[in-house]
């Protein structure tokens, strides 16, 4: 990207430094996740630190800079974009002291070693004393940050600019009470299984692989431009415009986990490859917020991946690779790639009661950030509140309050993003006609035709526009959970 603008021009040229630093410390990141020898722990924690600090000390050589462009006139949308993704990046590191970074850093270490043995054991108590000090120290970010009205807000905004505790509680209060409709009918109904038993059925990794790597040739996936590799926690790296890792596990039964956790990590891939080129090396070369990036994968996988037409379209690839799957036809395949069962766990829950779940995490977040209740208690609220959204009560810890690994890591205000993800994917199939674009592409097996419409409409911008501010061109609205409901509605209850 060139800029006429002076100012923005040096700050452009300034940034390929963050840029060189960022690159290395994604691409250490990544192979530590999928092949650095375990005691390589050590030194990488010592390089990456070393590197974060440099990048630190790079943004904020970029202050004067920024500061100046904050004040320029008639910038285009793209510079606005620069300047702005600049001062927000800037805005933590100097409004959040280098102790107050480190405190947190060292906390979380701590809590997150804790939290691991507190959970195999279901007991709170023992991780209680250190989630305490982590949510007072997020509680102090967010005072440092600065907010209006709720601390929450602070923290909200470093996953997704822009959105706040109103914003959520618009969302979650039409959402909760919908998707209990959606899923009393379902129930009522019987249809969708709530198990099935393909999902006993074994498979060996070399022919998964195989299955894998058809599902990317279909969604076209520029095969000179990602790869997949292994890791315990599938996810997705962009280490540079034209380089982004994704990964998957394969665990031996239940194949549609590893087969969707590709199309998942693929529909994150995707939005980092559907990057106008314009904006490489520039600070908004990236998806805008973690709200839109779920948004992308999670359309693949459920919108794309978990509709009838799909089941049709990847069956052939499956009978070829997994010989035990010839007794079940299609229409097994569609029950099997949805099943709908209450359950415990965030991570194993169905595209109907997922977002239930986080409303559940939502609400105890904003809860224990206003003080509004205690860590101590935290067992218990999250009990009843699970059994009021979703009618169960958790029999341990373990399988309550303990499950996520994100607060031990002061992920605060990450949560919600996935809902967003979801809620976004809603008006995204409204767009596409109610879903008939998805139809139609999948029964004629040209994923192609989807992978544009979002690159034309989403991708290409990356950053350059707020996601609130992307929806609105997009969408003409922003973060309506109507059309999700809609859509889960006609999908599971029609
Ligand atoms: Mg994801």
């Known amino acids: 990207m060139q800029s006429k603008n002076k100012q923005v021009q040096e700050l452009l040229d300034g940034y390929s430094e963050v840029w060189a630093l960022n690159h290395s410390l994604a691409l250490l990141g990544w192979d530590m996740e999928t092949h650095m020898p375990e005691a390589g722990t050590r030194a990488r924690g010592m390089a990456t630190g070393q590197l974060a600090m440099m990048m630190q000390k790079a943004m904020l050589g970029m202050k004067g800079g920024v500061t100046?462009?904050?004040k320029l006139k008639d910038l285009d949308a793209k510079e606005q974009g620069v300047v702005r993704s600049l001062s927000r990046e800037l805005d933590y590191f100097v409004k959040v002291p280098p102790k107050l970074v480190d405190d947190l850093e060292r906390a979380t270490t701590e809590a997150t070693v804790v939290w691991r043995s507190a959970r195999k054991k279901s007991d709170f108590k023992m991780f209680s004393p250190h989630l305490e000090k982590i949510v007072e120290l997020k509680r102090e970010v967010a005072e440092r940050l600065?907010?209006?009205?709720?601390?929450?807000n602070a923290l909200l905004d470093l996953y997704e600019e822009g959105f706040t505790v109103k914003d959520a509680d618009a969302v979650f209060s039409r959402l909760i009470p919908g998707t209990r409709k959606v899923m009393d009918k379902v129930t009522r109904a019987g249809i969708y299984p709530a198990k099935h038993p393909l999902e006993s059925m074994k498979y060996d990794a070399a022919s998964m692989e195989r299955v894998n790597e058809g599902i990317l040739k279909l969604m076209q996936m520029p095969k000179d431009r990602f790869r997949m590799d292994v890791s315990t926690h599938p996810f997705t790296t962009n280490i540079a415009a034209d380089d982004v890792r994704i990964t998957t596990r394969y665990e031996g039964?239940?194949?549609?986990?590893?087969?969707?956790?590709?199309?998942?990590?693929?529909?994150?891939?995707?939005?980092?490859?559907?990057?106008?080129?314009?904006?490489?090396?520039?600070?908004?070369?990236?998806?805008?917020?973690?709200?839109?990036?779920e948004s992308q994968s999670r359309f693949w996988e459920n919108v794309v991946g978990r509709s009838r037409e799909f089941s049709k379209l990847v069956m052939p690839l499956l009978k070829k690779n997994l010989p035990s799957i010839s007794k079940y036809d299609e229409e097994d395949l569609y029950f099997y790639f949805n099943t709908v069962r209450k359950s415990f766990i965030r991570v194993d829950a169905d595209e109907l009661s997922y977002n239930l779940h986080i409303a559940l995490r939502y609400e105890i977040e904003k809860k224990v950030l206003s003080g509004d209740v205690k860590v101590s208690e935290l067992p218990s609220l999250w009990n009843e509140t699970f059994e009021k959204f979703i009618g169960l009560t958790p029999p341990n810890d373990e399988k309550g309050v303990l499950q996520d690994i994100h607060w031990s890591g002061g992920?605060?205000?990450?949560?919600?993003?996935?809902?967003l993800g979801n809620v976004i994917l809603g008006m995204i199939w409204h767009k596409m006609g109610d879903g008939s674009l998805v139809r139609d592409s999948v029964a004629e097996g040209d994923l192609g035709t989807l992978k544009e419409w979002l690159g034309t409409k989403i991708h290409r911008w990356g950053a350059t526009y707020p996601p609130k501010e992307l929806q609105d061109r997009v969408f003409g609205e922003s973060y309506n959970p109507d059309w999700l409901l809609r859509y889960l509605e006609l999908k599971f209850a029609a």
């Not at 600065?146 to 929450?152: A, D, E, F, R, S």
């Not at 990590?265 to 990236?286: M, N, Q, R, V, W």
């Open 68 to 70: 100046k462009a904050e």
């Open 253 to 293: 039964t239940n194949f549609k986990a590893t087969m969707f956790s590709t199309i998942h990590e693929s529909g994150h891939a995707l939005y980092e490859l559907g990057i106008g080129d314009d904006l490489k090396f520039t600070p908004i070369g990236s998806g805008v917020s973690l709200g839109m990036h």
């Open 411 to 419: 992920s605060f205000g990450y949560f919600p993003t996935y809902s």
């Open 146 to 152: 600065g907010y209006t009205k709720h601390p929450y």
